[in-house]
């Protein structure tokens, strides 16, 4: 009993501070990253398929 109360605590804190580091996580580069996804993409040619265009 105690074992398994021991091992459902360490899980939620796991949960917990790998759910607030990815919040820190996107918070500080999610803007970044979604700036670059959509320069990369508009360099590319905007399509989700670039090859296309090559004969």
Do not use: D, N
């Not at 109360?5 to 939620?12: C, G, K, N």
């Not at 804190?13 to 996107?26: A, K, N, T």
Request: overall charge positive; charged content about 20%.
């Amino acid at each position: 009993m105690m074992r398994h109360s021991w091992h459902s605590h360490e899980t939620a804190c796991m949960l917990f501070w790998g759910g607030y580091i990815c919040h820190v996580h996107f918070q500080r580069f999610g803007l970044a990253y979604l700036v670059w996804g959509i320069r990369r993409r508009a360099r590319e040619g905007g399509g989700p398929r670039p090859q296309a265009s090559k004969p």
